[in-house]
Every structure is written in structure tokens, then in C-alpha cells.
């Protein structure tokens, strides 16, 4: 299937906890994307990695450390896991010069008790 | 600043009538306006964006820079629009970043 993948889907974990969430895209895309949604479906753009180089970051506190080994791989490691963090994460990606047509994964749950 | 406001949480209506979401934002320069689409247990999708001028599904959205909205619009509701709705903006100079609404839920009963 040619898409953005996500895993893991859900993730429950305690607070204080460091987890880690992956994202892949086979669309040929050189730009990809973090955003989380909180529960009142606001969703809000993270971080942007551009042929693996960070070109957004939106104030995230720095518990939150992206990292793109590849065009094709973001992946997002939260350490110290706060209540607060609890939200669904989503993984974009897109063409660097269309970059307002981003593509989505289908979500990861992440729930900190 | 640059902000999106979806002022209604959720839209109910019946199938067969007209639809409007509403989308208004605030931008300094040239905007560029979307809409994406979120289909029950689907991924968020792009459905229109405000430079092509074109129909998808039976929608569209205008550009009116007077009022800075960017509604939604389809002439008669059918249950597969069904689905949540996000209007965004893109920020030509912030590295394709998009500012999103917070979303109308579109609900067409039969």
C-alpha cells in the first residue's frame, strides 16, 4: 500500500514514562510532519523535517525530540511523559514544493495514566 | 497572528439540504485556504484548496478576502459527507506550515 504508516496505533503508558512513536511514508514525499490533537480535535503542527533536516518547530517543550534517519522515516520520542501529553499524534508528509497537500497517517493514541 | 476559527462545533443537518461550513482566518499576506476531510475510521484527507477552483464531491469554498471566509458550501447534503471537517491555512513563508481550525463535525441524517 503506498501511504503513511504509523505505529504503533495505540500506546498506554504510565506517567514519567519514554515512549517512542514511528512514522514511514512510501509516497516519495521529502517532507514530513508531527502534529498532535488534543481531545477537542484542535490539531496543531509540531515539528517539520525537510530531507531530514528540522525546518519547523513550534515551541514543544523539549521532552519531545523528533528524529528523521531518513527521507522516509520520522520518528517522534517523548521522554518524561506528562498527563498532559495524552492526544492523538498524526505523521504528515508531503513534497517540499506542494507542501500544503500534506498526506496523513492514521494516528497513534497515546494515553498516560 | 495567523489563526483559523471553525466557529461551529458540529453541523446537523438533513439529507437533501444545503450545507455551509463556515471558515474564517486572519493572515497578513497572500493566504492560501484548504479544506481537509476526516471520514469516519479514514485518514485526514485533502479535499479542496482554494487555488484550484474546482468541485470535489459536490463542494466548494470561495475565497472572499473582503470577509476573510472561506466556507464551505453543497447544494444538498448526502449521509456519505458525514465526517469531520478542518479548514487550514497555509503559511507561504513558514516552510509549508499548516494552521488548522479546530474542526466542524458534519453530521446529515437520513
Known amino acids: 500500500d503506498t501511504a503513511v504508516s504509523q505505529t504503533p496505533k495505540y500506546l498506554v503508558t504510565q506517567m514519567g514514562n519514554d515512549k517512542s512513536i514511528k512514522c514511514e511514508q512510501n509516497?516519495?514525499?521529502?517532507?514530513m510532519y508531527w502534529y498532535k490533537q488534543d481531545s477537542k480535535k484542535f490539531l496543531k503542527i509540531m515539528f517539520s523535517?525537510?530531507?531530514?533536516?528540522?525546518?519547523i518547530n513550534e515551541t514543544v517543550p523539549n521532552r519531545f525530540s523528533p528524529k528523521s534517519p531518513d527521507k522516509a522515516h520520522l520518528n517522534l520520542h517523548i521522554n518524561s511523559l506528562e498527563l498532559g501529553d495524552s492526544a492523538v499524534y498524526f505523521c504528515?508528509?508531503?513534497?517540499?514544493?506542494?507542501?500544503?497537500?500534506?498526506?496523513f497517517g492514521p494516528g497513534t493514541r497515546l494515553t498516560v495514566l | 497572528a495567523q489563526r483559523v476559527t471553525q466557529p461551529e462545533k458540529l453541523l446537523s443537518v438533513f439529507k437533501g439540504a444545503p450545507v455551509e461550513l463556515k471558515c474564517n482566518y486572519s493572515?497578513?499576506?497572500?493566504?492560501?485556504l484548504f479544506w481537509y476531510v476526516q471520514y469516519s475510521r479514514q485518514r485526514l484527507q485533502l479535499l479542496l484548496r482554494?487555488?484550484s477552483r474546482e468541485s470535489i464531491k459536490g463542494f466548494t469554498a470561495d475565497l472572499n478576502k473582503g470577509e476573510t471566509s472561506f466556507h464551505l458550501k453543497k447544494p444538498f447534503a448526502q449521509e456519505e459527507d458525514s465526517a469531520m471537517y478542518y479548514c487550514?491555512?497555509?503559511?507561504?513563508?513558514?516552510?509549508?506550515?499548516?494552521?488548522f481550525g479546530a474542526g466542524t463535525r458534519l453530521a446529515v441524517h437520513p
Open positions: 504528515a508528509s508531503s513534497h517540499f514544493t506542494n507542501g500544503n497537500e500534506q498526506f
Open positions: 509516497l516519495g514525499h521529502d517532507t
Open positions: 523535517y525537510n530531507n531530514k533536516e528540522l525546518i
Open positions: 493572515y497578513s499576506g497572500s493566504p492560501e
Open positions: 482554494h487555488i
Open positions: 487550514a491555512l497555509g503559511d507561504a513563508g513558514g516552510y509549508n506550515k499548516l494552521i
